[in-house]
């Protein structure tokens, strides 16, 4: 069991390492349409995000339902952690070192537009937050929010996207 545990952790240090040093050679080397290879990448980095985001809120709606301790509510357990950790956090850590990086070599770090979109990312950053927080306290069979209050939350990262997408494409002001 540590064994295995050991050899992911070697195996996810070495795949962490790998890509950090392409990326810092190409930042280093800048070849031509880097910018939209990287924007492209920050697109399907959002698309994960969003995609974890919308999803974890609704698993806590059916989890709510299922009773502590009872095998449906440990198959929850299950996906929910799997979910934060495989998609939600790794996929919003490249959104935002992309979407930095596009933003500094992209000349945008004066816009208006960004720095709305800038707010609006920061508030999605916190209710990743919360729905981690949320994760563990299901994990721990501590959760005391209802079902309602996650049906409510679930809509929060749609309307923040909604704005978000705006805002980069048609650059308001
Ligand atoms: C985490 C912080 C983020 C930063 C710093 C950031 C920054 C940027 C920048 C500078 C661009 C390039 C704009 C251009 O070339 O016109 C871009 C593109 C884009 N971003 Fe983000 N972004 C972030 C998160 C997000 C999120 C959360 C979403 C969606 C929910 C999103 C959606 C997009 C889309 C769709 C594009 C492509 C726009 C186009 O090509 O017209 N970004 N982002």
């Not at 009872?70 to 070192?97: C, D």
């Not at 209710?127 to 409510?152: K, P, W």
């Amino acid at each position: 069991m540590q064994a295995r545990s050991g050899n992911r952790i070697v195996r996810a240090t070495v795949g962490l390492v790998a890509a950090g040093v392409l990326l810092a050679v190409l930042v280093w080397w800048q070849p031509s349409g880097l910018y939209l290879w990287f924007k492209a990448l920050h697109v399907i980095a959002v698309i994960a995000w969003m995609a974890g985001m919308l999803y974890l809120p609704r698993l806590f709606v059916y989890h709510c339902e299922a009773e502590a301790g009872a095998q449906q509510s440990e198959t929850f357990k299950v996906m929910e952690r799997r979910l934060l950790r495989a998609i939600i956090n790794p996929a919003m850590i490249t959104t935002w070192a992309l979407g930095l990086w596009l933003a500094w070599d992209g000349g945008w770090l004066m816009s208006g537009w960004f720095h709305a979109k800038l707010a609006a990312v920061i508030v999605l950053s916190g209710v990743h937050g919360m729905l981690s927080s949320y994760v563990r306290a299901f994990a721990e069979d501590r959760n005391t929010r209802s079902q309602r209050f996650y049906r409510i939350l679930n809509e929060v990262p749609t309307f923040l996207m909604v704005f978000i997408v705006i805002l980069v494409i048609v650059k308001p002001f």
